[in-house]
Each structure stands twice: as structure tokens, then as C-alpha cells.
């Protein structure tokens, strides 16, 4: 048996209780008409909940609980009805039933129940603080299967109606809201007189119908302790008086009473069946809806409720077989199960209420803590100081903005029409720029090989528009050469080496002019042979300068050596000469410098160079200019004043040199032609040093060396410059200075670019570098192997017959195979969001086609630029290297460059090792 909630303590969420339909008996005394027949009383209760018919057998039937003729209702309400009834204040639903057959006490038994309970409920809500509780009356009667409202005179049938909340519902049943216990009272007395009965032989009125009287307590919360909140509980008590349960055969004689009869059992019948079973198994399908009591009954036989069940028996020996009938109905009624449980709702209009009450009772705690707190009133007047102070700073800055503005503008007006020029010069070229390369990028991923830019190297344009736009320095660097033998006399003949290098000034001395002219007059074979007896025989006065006074200089960065591949290989002690000009005009710079680029490299490099970045193309200089050429032609009228300088070639000539630098004094000199005019020309140029060099030693040795021109010493060429002397270049440059560093890393970008190394390891190696001291062995390690490695291909050895099988033209396909999955991964490895943001940052026009593959080739260009860390990065993700993880890739670089540095130390390159490396770069 349940026990009953208090109410209010409840949680919201509805606890489910099974428990059995509590079942008593209650025997009445025998009525008149049996006393007068003198029936005899055939029933005894011999227990508390035992009833047994005196001449059956003497165990007896046993349910909760079993009254006899002498009880009372209010014993039977008392004892256990009670508990049940008084349940619907909680919000549980609950049912007293009355069954037994006709005159057995049904009626007399549910009034009293009836008036018990109401009497109980109104005590209990009276005594309840915190709840405000609402309660409704509705009374119908189920007669000849037609449902009739109590409450109302002549009620016509009311239909039933499912619900899906609330279940079955009575259409249009009154609802009447009760005030007071009397108006209750009045209302139990309209449904009396309502309700369908006949008077018996007896002379008293035996009813005909089922009666429903349904009580409905609603009870709301009226406080808040804190955030608790309850619902609305909402439940319903039905007091069900049956009509009788005899058999229709017994009760009806014919016409009407056969009718009323069988509408009487069909409900009685339903009720026995959902009933019976019920009390069997509760899964089945229970016909509630075969009779219209069981239907509106439904939750209080074997759904959300607590039900209890008063069968009433005659005691006359005449009623056995009825009592009898009555008492097995009560024994399956005993089996039956409900569940029931609290039913809350949460309304919405409720949930407001509540919340507008907590919300009124947390604003009135802070108005009280705002009004007590001076700590706020203090914050209060802060915040109001601060909010000034912003509006005051946003007025001035609003003010300086204009001001900015202004001035902007009025630079703008005063713009110099050279500015214009450029400008406009620079929206061409990179209009026309973009526009070829949509056209030429076509067929790049198409037929695998790398792209054929006709025109000029975009990276290089960006860079140079970028520096022209960004400077109005009248200095313009020239590439030119200068042999500068007068600097190999001063130096006493200790020099082994010389080696030519270029120079950048601001003179305007006629004699320079002289001397540009007759440099760009020089043809590529023969320049440097001319050059010398030309310097030997006029004797140019020039002023020899000792770089050790500029200790902080270093020679390599200030002049930008340019010839240095015809410096012998291996020599320890190159020297450097600085020679300054300026061009007596652009057109001198020009002629120059096709001088300058006309100078071919090896074979496989010139093919680079015409594949991929020949800035012959550029000038259409050396090959038959085709449409597009012509229009790059053209686009030379509007460049900036400043010779294009490719970068392949830079580096083809500056990768020796340092090679000479850091070479082994012992290693073979490379004086082997490969039989083309590249070769020939670099062959040349070698020869010439390696004279020179000769021709250094031998007065090294007659001299005995000369204290101020040991090894390492470096001379400049300067107009400008005093003389100095003091210390020796490799004493100057030893520590790694950030100049030294950038130096460093942009030979070894050259060297890169001569080798044909892959992408993959340049990407590594940069991202190994951090511009720290201890990067110095890297790029040490770095250079010698890739001196070396040039040195052997443009040898022309047969490395092949070696065992080798990296050669130029085997690396540079290997180079040009990675050219082509970069560009392709670039769709690939980068999110749109992400492309988007390298074209705009790498000045790619966004309206132009093959974006992706320009981005790729300003990738493995732009290692000459500043932005080489970052292109490498780049690369390394988007050959899927950067996911290797920093450790890896500091490994690689050590282990590639000390592995090498290490066999080449012990004689012990295998081809092999060759292969692996290279293999594992690439
Ligand atoms: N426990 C009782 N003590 C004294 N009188 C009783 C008791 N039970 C019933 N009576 C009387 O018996 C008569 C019939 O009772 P009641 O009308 O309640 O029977 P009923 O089962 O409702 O019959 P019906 O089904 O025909 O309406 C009534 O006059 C009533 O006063």
C-alpha cells in the first residue's frame, strides 16, 4: 500500500507507484424483507480481513479488509479508505469503488465514504499553508450505456471524448468550483435526485445506473523558498457507485428491462473482463473501451491511480450464490495492479509567475545591496570618469585621423610625374605579366614538364616593382666586372687568386665611363683576357683599400660578387675586389648587362635557365623574339630604371667563388671542358684563373710573403675608400656575423639553384636554420657539399661510369617532377580561405587564372627573397614534409650534411651513398 505524499514535498518529477487495488468486504444486516422471511445470516467475519459462509468450508475469503453487519462506514472510510482518498491532495489520482448486487448497501456504503472523504480533504486544504488549492465538482451517470450529466436537470447524453493528456473526458460535463463544504452538500443532493432509480417493493429506491462522482483538487504554490519551484498538482478522486450486479437473467422480465439489463451487464461485464484481465497480465489488451464506465474509468483500474474496491454482500442465506459471485469479483479484483503517480504541471502561465516572483525577489536583494555598498557607488563613478576619458580619446583620434588623411591626400597631389610613370609602368607590366601567364600556365600540369614562362620571372617583377615603388634613390647598382689587376700588384703579388666582382657607386668620373664602356664592349669569351692586359696597360689609377679597417664589413656583402666562378677551386684565400661605378646612363647599364647575361652556363643549367627563368627571354635579347616576347619587348620601355638580373646566373657565377672560398686547396681544378660553348666559356674563365693563381704563387714564393698580404686578405677597389690594412678576410669574416649568416645562406641558395637540388631539402634545410651561431656548421657543411657537388658536375666526369647516378640532367628532372606536384598540391594542401590570403600576400592577381600554379612557382623562386624561411615552410607542407615534425627535420639536416661531410673525410663515397642521399631529399 502506498503511503500518502505530503503535499508540497513532492518533486517535480512524478515517482511511479505500484501497489494492488485495495479490496473490502462489508456485510450489511439483514433488511426487513429478510427478517420478515426469516433468512438466516450465512456470513461471519472471523478476522480483520477474513470473511467465511457458515456452512462452507471454514478457511474463508481473505482480503484487506472484511466488515460485518455491525460496522460502520466510518470504520470502513477509516480503515484504509481514508489513506487512499486523501491521496488526490498530493496529485494522485484515486478511486473508491462500490460493487455488489442490488439492495446489498452500495449506495448507503458511498455516501458515507463520500461525505467522509470531502469532510477530510476540506480539513486537510484548510490546515494547508503555501498552496492556494482549487477544487471542482462533476457528476454523471452511465445509464443504458448513455453518459448523462448529474449536475444538470434532464441532461441529455454527453459524448466521450480521448484526450491525449488527460485521457477520456466527458464532453460538455459540468464542472461546478466548489466554495464551501455546504455547497458540496447541495451538489451531492442534485446528483441524487438526478440520478435514475425506481422504487422497489420495498418502497425504496434501488438505482439503475452507475454513478461517477468525480472531485478534482488542484493545488498551486503560493511561496518560494529560493530557486525551488513546484508545479501545479493536479488529481481526481472518483466515487463510484455501481449499479447492481446481478445477472440480467435475474433482473430483467422483458422489453425495457431486458434492454436496461443487458446495457446494465455490458458494462458490468467489460468491467469484469478488464478486471479479470488485468489481475492476469497486465501487457494483454485490456478492452476499456467495450463499455463506456470502463472507458471513463480506465486510469482508476489499472493506470495512474489508487483504487480501492467496497464490495457490499447480503448476509441472507437467499443472496449466497450472489455474495458468492460478489466475492470472487473482489478476489481478481485483489490481484489487480495500478501505478500511480504525482501528476505536476508545469503551466507556462505558472512557470511566468514563478519566475517573475523570483525575478522581483533577486531585484529587490540587489537594490538593497546597491543602495548599502559604497564600494559600488565608487565603481559607479569610476566607470562614468572612464567613459569621459574614451570619449575624449576617441575626439582626438578622430581628429589626428583627418589630419593624416589630409596630408595624405596633398601627397598624393604633389606626386612627381616620374612617380606616375612608374606607377603607371608597373600596372602594365603586371597586367601584361598575369595576362601571359594565363595563357602560357595551360599546359604546364598538362604534359608534365615545367612551365615555359616567356616572359619574366614574376617573382623577380614583383620584387623589383616593389623595391622601384618603394625608393627614389638615384643610386642604381650595375652589374659589371673590373679584373683590377692594379690591386694584384699593390698586394705584392701574395694573392693567389683574383677574382672579379662588381661594384655599385655614385661617381660620375669620365674615366668610369671609360671604363664601363669598355667592360660592356667585351664579348663573353674573351672578357676577362682582355680585361686584364687592358688593366695591366693603362694602369686605371685605383685606389687599393685593406678591408680590415672596416672590420665590420664584410666584402661579400657589400659588393655583390658576380664573376667569382672563374676563381680557382679550392683556394683558401680568395680575394676580393670591390670596383664602384655608376653608369654614364641607363643605356651603358643595359648594354652591360647582356654582356654579363650573355655569359652561358653548363649545358644543363642553360636549359634551366631557358625553361624556366631566362631572362633573355626577358630582354629578348639572344633568341627570335615571338609575339609574346615582343610584348616584353615592349614592356622594357616602361621598367624601372634598373638592369634585370637573373637570378640563375647570378648564381651560376657566384656558386664558384664560393666554392673557392671553402674549398680544399687540394682538390682538382676544374679545367675540363664539356665541349659546348657553355663549357667552353666556363673553361676559359677557369683557365684564366687558374693562371692567375699560378702566376699568385709564384710571386708568393719570390716574395717570401708579404706581412701585410698573407692569406685571407681582401682588397677593395673604391674610389671613396682610404687605404687600409690590417686584418685578413677570413679573420674578418670568421665570426658569424648576421652579415656573414645572410651571406652564407644566399650562396647556398645559389649553389641550390646550380645543383638542382631538390625542393624537398632546401625546404628542410631553411626550416633547420634559425639564425642562431649554431647554424654556422650547417651552412659550412652545406656549402662544401654542394661545392663539391658542382664542382663534380661541371667537371663532366664521368660520374655515371662511377657507379653515380645523379647527374645534372637526372637532378633537374627530379627538381621539375617536385616543381609539378608542388603546384598541383597546391589545390590540395592549402583551404581556399588559405589560398586566398597567399595570392593576396605574394601579389597574385586573384581575377587570374591558374593562381595556384603561379603560387607554386613564386614558392620555389622565392628563396632568394626575404620571404625564403616562409616560402620554404610553404614548400615543406606542401610536399608534406612539415607534418615530420621539427626533430626529424633537424635530423635530416645534420645527419645529411655531417653524414656526407663525414665519407667524403674518409674516402669512403660510395655511389651508393650518393644515390641514398639524394634519394632520401628528394
Ligand atoms: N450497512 C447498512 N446498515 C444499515 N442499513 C443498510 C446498510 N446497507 C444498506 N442498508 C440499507 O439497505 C437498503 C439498500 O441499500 P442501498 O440502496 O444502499 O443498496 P444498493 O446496493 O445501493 O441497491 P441498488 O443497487 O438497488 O441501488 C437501504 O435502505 C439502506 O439504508
Request: proline share 4%.
Amino acid at each position: 500500500m502506498a503511503k500518502m505524499r505530503e503535499p508540497g514535498s513532492e518533486t517535480p518529477t512524478s515517482n511511479c507507484e505500484e501497489e494492488k487495488i485495495f479490496v473490502s468486504i462489508r456485510v450489511r444486516p439483514l433488511n426487513d424483507r429478510e427478517r420478515w422471511r426469516r433468512d438466516a445470516s450465512e456470513w461471519e467475519c472471523i478476522s480483520g480481513n477474513t470473511i467465511r459462509y457458515k456452512n462452507g468450508p471454514t478457511d474463508g475469503y481473505t482480503f484487506d479488509r472484511v466488515y460485518g453487519e455491525k460496522s460502520s462506514t466510518q470504520q470502513v472510510y477509516e480503515q484504509g479508505i481514508k489513506e487512499i482518498v486523501l491521496s488526490v491532495v498530493s496529485g494522485i489520482n484515486c478511486s473508491v469503488f462500490a460493487y455488489g448486487q442490488t439492495s446489498s448497501g452500495k449506495t448507503y456504503t458511498m455516501k458515507g465514504i463520500t461525505e467522509y472523504a470531502i469532510d477530510d480533504i476540506y480539513d486537510y486544504i484548510e490546515k494547508q499553508h503555501g498552496r492556494d488549492y482549487i477544487m471542482k465538482f462533476s457528476a454523471m451517470e452511465i445509464y443504458n450505456e448513455a453518459v448523462k450529466d448529474l449536475l444538470t436537470a434532464n441532461s441529455p447524453p454527453l459524448r466521450l471524448l480521448d484526450d491525449p493528456e488527460k485521457g477520456t473526458i466527458v464532453e460538455r460535463l459540468t464542472e461546478e468550483t466548489l466554495t464551501e463544504r455546504s455547497h458540496l452538500q447541495e451538489l451531492l443532493s442534485t446528483c441524487a435526485a438526478h440520478r435514475t432509480t425506481e422504487e422497489t417493493a420495498m418502497n425504496e429506491t434501488s438505482s439503475r445506473s452507475h454513478q461517477i462522482l468525480r472531485l478534482t483538487v488542484e493545488s498551486n504554490p503560493t511561496d518560494y523558498v529560493g530557486t525551488t519551484r513546484s508545479g501545479t498538482l493536479i488529481a481526481s478522486v472518483n466515487f463510484v457507485d455501481l449499479a447492481g450486479s446481478e445477472r440480467a437473467s435475474q433482473a430483467l422480465s422483458a422489453g425495457t428491462r431486458l434492454r436496461e439489463g443487458s446495457h446494465i451487464n455490458r458494462s458490468l461485464l467489460t468491467l469484469g473482463t478488464v478486471i479479470r484481465k488485468l489481475s492476469k497480465e497486465r501487457n494483454g489488451h485490456i478492452p476499456y473501451r467495450d463499455s463506456k464506465l470502463t472507458r471513463i474509468l480506465q486510469n482508476s483500474l489499472g493506470g495512474n491511480a489508487r483504487t480501492a474496491i467496497i464490495c457490499t454482500i447480503s448476509p441472507a442465506r437467499s443472496q449466497v450464490e450472489q455474495s458468492k459471485n460478489t466475492l470472487l469479483f473482489a478476489a481478481t479484483a485483489k490481484q489487480v495492479t495500478t501505478n500511480a503517480k504525482v501528476n505536476v504541471v508545469m503551466s507556462d502561465k505558472v512557470l511566468v509567475q514563478q519566475l517573475q516572483k523570483e525575478l522581483a525577489r533577486m531585484e529587490n536583494e540587489l537594490k538593497g545591496f546597491s543602495s548599502n555598498s559604497a564600494i559600488l557607488k565608487e565603481r559607479e563613478l569610476l566607470i562614468e570618469q572612464m567613459e569621459q576619458k574614451i570619449k575624449e580619446l576617441t575626439e582626438q583620434r578622430d581628429l589626428f585621423q583627418s589630419r593624416v588623411e589630409n596630408l595624405l591626400q596633398t601627397n598624393t597631389q604633389v606626386e612627381t610625374p616620374r612617380h606616375r610613370r612608374r606607377t603607371s609602368s608597373v600596372s602594365n607590366l603586371t597586367a601584361k605579366l598575369l595576362q601571359h601567364q594565363e595563357n602560357m600556365e595551360d599546359d604546364f600540369l598538362l604534359d608534365g614538364s615545367p612551365p615555359t614562362f616567356a616572359g619574366p620571372d614574376p617573382c623577380h617583377g614583383w620584387e623589383e616593382i616593389s623595391r622601384e615603388a618603394g625608393s627614389e634613390d638615384s643610386i642604381r647598382e650595375v652589374q659589371c666586372v673590373d679584373t683590377s689587376l692594379h690591386a694584384l700588384k699593390q698586394s705584392g703579388g701574395n694573392t693567389p687568386m683574383i677574382q672579379v666582382t662588381h661594384v655599385v657607386t655614385k661617381s660620375s668620373s669620365r674615366n668610369e665611363h671609360k671604363g664601363l664602356d669598355h667592360v660592356a664592349e667585351l664579348n663573353s669569351q674573351d672578357f676577362l683576357k682582355q680585361t686584364v692586359q687592358d688593366t695591366e696597360k693603362t694602369n686605371e689609377p685605383c685606389h687599393v683599400e685593406d678591408l680590415s679597417e672596416y672590420p665590420n664589413e664584410s666584402p661579400y656583402i657589400s659588393c655583390k660578387p658576380m664573376l667569382a666562378a672563374y676563381a680557382t677551386p679550392m683556394s683558401p684565400a680568395a680575394q676580393i675586389i670591390k670596383v664602384d661605378w655608376e653608369p654614364a646612363s641607363l643605356h651603358h647599364a643595359k648594354r652591360l648587362q647582356q654582356k654579363v647575361m650573355s655569359y652561358s652556363s653548363p649545358s644543363w643549367l642553360g636549359k634551366f635557365d631557358q625553361e624556366f627563368a631566362s631572362p633573355s627571354r626577358f630582354a629578348g635579347l639572344q633568341q627570335t623574339p615571338t609575339r609574346v616576347e615582343q610584348e616584353y619587348s615592349d614592356c622594357l620601355d616602361y621598367l624601372p630604371e634598373e638592369p634585370y638580373k637573373s637570378p640563375m646566373q647570378v648564381t651560376t657565377r657566384k656558386s664558384s667563388r664560393k666554392y673557392s672560398q671553402i674549398g680544399e686547396t687540394n682538390a682538382p681544378v676544374p679545367v675540363e671542358s664539356d665541349g659546348d660553348s657553355d663549357g667552353e666559356d666556363t673553361a676559359s674563365v677557369l683557365n684564366f684563373a687558374v693562371r692567375m693563381n699560378e702566376k699568385s704563387r709564384s710571386k708568393l714564393s719570390k716574395k717570401n710573403s708579404n706581412d701585410q698580404l698573407v692569406h685571407g686578405k681582401s682588397y677593395v677597389v673604391n674610389k671613396r675608400l682610404s687605404k687600409i690594412k690590417g686584418m685578413g678576410f677570413y679573420e674578418c669574416a670568421g665570426a658569424m656575423t648576421p652579415s656573414r649568416f645572410e651571406r652564407q645562406q644566399k650562396d647556398i641558395v645559389e649553389l641550390w639553384h646550380a645543383c638542382n637540388v631538390p625542393l624537398v631539402h632546401r625546404s628542410y634545410f631553411f626550416l633547420l636554420i634559425k639564425g642562431e651561431l649554431a647554424d654556422t656548421v650547417y651552412l659550412d657543411v652545406e656549402l662544401r657539399r654542394l661545392s663539391f657537388l658542382q664542382h663534380t658536375f661541371s667537371t663532366g666526369a664521368d660520374i655515371t661510369g662511377q657507379g653515380l647516378d645523379v647527374t645534372p640532367n637526372s637532378s633537374l628532372k627530379a627538381l621539375n617532377r617536385e616543381r609539378k606536384m608542388l603546384s598541383k598540391q597546391v589545390h590540395k594542401k592549402f583551404s581556399y580561405k588559405e589560398r586566398l590570403q597567399l595570392y593576396q600576400k605574394w601579389g597574385i592577381d586573384l581575377n587570374t587564372k591558374h593562381r595556384s600554379i603561379q603560387l607554386a612557382y613564386l614558392l620555389w623562386t622565392n628563396t632568394e627573397l626575404n620571404h625564403a624561411r616562409e616560402s620554404a615552410t610553404l614548400v615543406a607542407r606542401l610536399v608534406g614534409l612539415i607534418d615530420s615534425g621539427d626533430d626529424s627535420k633537424k635530423s635530416f639536416g645534420f645527419g645529411f650534411g655531417f653524414g656526407f661531410l663525414a665519407r667524403r673525410k674518409s674516402s669512403t663515397v660510395k655511389p651508393d651513398n650518393w644515390k641514398e642521399n639524394m634519394t632520401t631529399v628528394g
